[in-house]
């Protein structure tokens, strides 16, 4: 199984574009995730669903924008690149068990904003 | 409120020696907490997690971590170090009664250096 996958591996924005992060995971988990890695600070949850047609907002949402139209795609929309959203950025499912639910993740998306 | 603190950024041990990573936690409720690992230019990868089971808990490649609630510890350890567990690990918290991940807090994480 692929698991989570995430394209593209890396990008590179002007202020101002903008730019589609896409996940989509194999395993029919219900739950999907976004988040950001910044150096040092671990990772912060932007945007998370519940199942197809559900998301809600995480810590860090602002700037960005999902949709959930089916259960296996997940894709994070940067409407006007900022050079503070230079991160990478990771997708990651996991099923419908609760609070001991592990996570699966993608490895990520390297994106840079100049 | 939940929050994990990893307590150290950097940790550097030689090859074959033990390995110890630590990590205490707070939490109003009944936590599970998890151990991923991060290998560079990859996702994160689940080490091990404790759900209110057995207090001592076994992952992959070795690795074993002890839940201790009078010190509210989940310090990660393997008896000798590989150079293949070089990495970035996480510590991670969740509390949110029947919640998702959208509970979970992650630690800063921790660099492990293997020496040759």
């Known amino acids: 199984n692929a698991g989570v996958t995430q394209t593209p591996k890396f990008r590179i924005l002007k202020i101002g574009q903008s730019m589609t992060l896409q996940c989509a995971q194999d395993m029919n988990h219900n739950y999907m995730y976004w988040y950001r890695q910044d150096p040092g600070m671990g990772l912060k949850l932007i945007y998370y669903s519940v199942g197809a047609g559900i998301t809600d907002k995480g810590e860090v949402p602002n700037g960005y924008n999902v949709s959930r139209s089916t259960t296996e795609d997940f894709p994070l929309r940067l409407e006007l690149a900022a050079p503070s959203q230079t991160s990478v950025y990771f997708c990651?499912?996991?099923?419908?068990?609760?609070?001991?639910?592990?996570?699966?993740f993608g490895n990520g998306t390297r994106l840079t904003v100049t | 409120a939940q929050s994990v603190t990893q307590l150290d950024s950097h940790v550097s041990v030689s090859e074959g020696t033990p390995v110890l990573l630590r990590c205490n936690y707070s939490s109003s409720y009944s936590p599970s907490l998890f151990w991923y690992v991060q290998h560079p230019n990859k996702g994160l990868q689940l080490l091990l997690k404790y759900t209110s089971a057995a207090t001592l808990v076994k992952g992959i490649n070795g690795f074993e971590a002890e839940f201790k609630k009078s010190e509210t510890s989940f310090h990660l350890t393997k008896p000798s170090a590989h150079m293949s567990d070089a990495a970035e690990y996480f510590c991670?918290?969740?509390?949110?009664?029947?919640?998702?991940?959208?509970?979970?807090?992650f630690g800063k994480g921790t660099h492990l250096i293997i020496q040759p």
């Open positions: 990651a499912s996991s099923d419908l068990t609760g609070k001991s639910s592990p996570l699966h």
């Open positions: 991670v918290v969740s509390e949110e009664p029947g919640g998702g991940a959208d509970g979970l807090t």
